[in-house]
């Protein structure tokens, strides 16, 4: 069996002020006065972020904290994949595996870590090609091969039963990991999971007007909010070039996702997500130059035909959790699985676990309590 080697992340004085230098010496952009948020991120804002980022975020601190959760690397199919491993305190507790979305990281989960550990020995992955589970070594990292990976690192760990809970992106990987595995999946909750119509006119028909509100997000989203898509899916490389050599434009592309897929009721992204957890965030992109890597599993599903052919329906549980940015429509989810927990939550948006993180901990138990 391939070996668990225990991780701490330990970023050096020397790229801490590489760091600060390089926000020092931003060249900053010009822009067309009172455009607000609509073209993009704005420079005042922006500046202000990285002027806090350089001089008043305590990195040492945040890399403390991610340090009091055990880590640990293993190699999968030629891919060094890191993970915190969070055992319950209850021997009988049920392994839960956790995948994330982009732009974020298993550092978004840490608002939940002890509400969940009461019920669950935690897995917390980090994603193929993000953070500690990059840079990517190979072509082909799929939502499949990602869930076929996940699921061997829960054999190496010894866990034969266990769930999965994904958000966004890592949505589509918990299901597929019910797909691959029914026999091991007990459950997969999912929050910020993506649901398309066919082609066929039933799928409109008799829909509620909380379901016709988030077909008009998902329209809204294909035809205002699709850019970073069209990059990452056609020319990663070329993107990671400018996000690979300047912090701020790291920051402002991964801010600005968190300026438009949380709760709205948030004015700036740091009203719905802690300021410093955002940071965190983001500088474990910066730190281990994965802004590239990151963004590759959006070319593979723009190149992997099977990616958008039509899967056999899981017989695992499924349990949805719903923000109010959510587009997520019950009856395109029942294709995926059986729908057996639906909850549409009063607050919180993509990022729900740093967002709202008792109504997240709160709604993952209660699905998995029921099965």
């Given at each position: 069996?391939?070996?668990i080697?225990p991780?701490?992340?330990?970023?050096?004085?020397?790229d801490?002020?590489?760091?600060?230098?390089?926000?020092?010496r931003?060249r900053?952009?010009?822009?067309?006065p009172?455009?607000?948020?609509?073209?993009?991120?704005p420079?005042?804002?922006?500046?202000?972020l990285?002027a806090?980022?350089a001089?008043?975020?305590?990195?040492r601190?945040?890399?403390?904290?991610?340090?009091?959760l055990?880590?640990?690397?293993t190699?999968?199919?030629?891919?060094?994949?890191h993970?915190a491993?969070?055992?319950?305190?209850?021997?009988?507790?049920?392994?839960l595996?956790?995948?994330?979305d982009?732009?974020a990281?298993?550092?978004?989960?840490?608002?939940?870590?002890?509400a969940?550990?009461?019920?669950f020995?935690?897995?917390?992955?980090?994603?193929?090609?993000?953070?500690?589970?990059?840079p990517l070594?190979?072509?082909?990292?799929?939502?499949?091969?990602?869930a076929?990976?996940?699921?061997?690192?829960?054999?190496?760990?010894?866990?034969?039963?266990?769930?999965?809970?994904?958000?966004?992106?890592?949505?589509a990987?918990?299901?597929?990991?019910?797909?691959?595995?029914?026999?091991?999946?007990?459950?997969?909750h999912?929050n910020?999971?993506?649901?398309?119509?066919?082609?066929?006119?039933?799928?409109?028909?008799?829909?509620?007007?909380?379901?016709?509100?988030?077909?008009?997000?998902?329209?809204?989203?294909?035809d205002?909010?699709?850019?970073?898509?069209?990059i990452q899916?056609?020319?990663?490389?070329?993107?990671?070039?400018?996000?690979?050599d300047?912090?701020?434009?790291?920051?402002?592309?991964?801010?600005?996702?968190?300026?438009?897929?949380?709760d709205?009721?948030?004015?700036?992204?740091?009203d719905?997500?802690?300021r410093?957890?955002?940071l965190?965030n983001?500088?474990?992109y910066?730190?281990?130059?994965?802004?590239?890597?990151s963004?590759?599993?959006?070319?593979?599903?723009?190149?992997?035909?099977?990616a958008?052919?039509?899967?056999?329906?899981?017989?695992?549980?499924?349990?949805?959790a719903?923000?109010?940015?959510?587009?997520?429509?019950?009856?395109?989810?029942?294709?995926?699985?059986?729908?057996?927990h639906?909850?549409?939550?009063?607050?919180?948006?993509?990022?729900?676990?740093?967002?709202?993180?008792?109504?997240?901990?709160?709604?993952?138990?209660?699905f998995?309590?029921?099965?």
């Open positions: 069996m391939t070996a080697r991780f701490r992340i330990d970023i050096s004085d020397t801490l002020q590489d760091l600060r230098d390089r926000l020092a931003t900053w952009t010009p822009e067309i009172g455009q607000g948020w609509q073209r993009g991120v420079v005042d804002y922006l500046r202000g990285a806090y980022w001089g008043e975020f305590d990195w601190a945040a890399e403390a904290r991610l340090n009091q055990p880590q640990f690397l190699e999968v199919d030629g891919q060094t994949l993970f491993h969070v055992r319950s305190a209850d021997p009988a507790a049920t392994p595996l956790i995948t994330h982009w732009p990281s298993f550092a978004i989960y840490l608002p939940v870590v002890e969940l550990r009461e019920r020995h935690l897995v917390l992955m980090s994603n193929p090609g993000v953070g500690y589970s990059g070594t190979s072509p082909g990292w799929t939502t499949a091969r990602t076929a990976a996940f699921h061997e690192v829960m054999a190496r760990l010894g866990y034969e039963r266990y769930g999965v809970q994904g958000n966004g992106g890592g949505a990987t918990a299901v597929e990991m019910g797909r691959q595995e029914p026999s091991k999946v007990i459950g997969v999912v910020g999971h993506i649901t398309f119509p066919s082609d066929d006119p039933a799928d409109f028909a008799g829909l509620t007007e909380a379901e016709q509100a988030r077909l008009g997000r998902l329209q809204e989203f294909r205002d909010k699709m850019g970073f898509n069209a899916s056609t020319r990663p490389q070329t993107l990671a070039h400018g996000l690979h300047s912090p701020a434009g790291q920051l402002a592309w991964i801010v600005e996702k968190f300026q438009e897929w949380t709205p009721a948030a004015t700036l992204p740091e719905a997500v802690d410093d957890l955002l965190t983001v500088s474990l910066w730190f281990t130059g994965t802004a590239g890597s963004a590759n599993l959006y070319w593979e599903m723009a190149h992997d035909p099977s958008w052919a039509p899967k056999p329906k899981s017989s695992v549980p499924l349990g949805v719903l923000g109010v940015t959510d587009i997520t429509i019950q009856r395109y989810a029942e294709r995926d699985a059986p729908v057996t639906w909850t549409e939550l009063p607050a919180g948006g993509n990022f729900l676990s740093a967002e709202e993180p008792k109504l997240f901990s709160d709604d993952v138990k209660t998995f309590d029921a099965l």
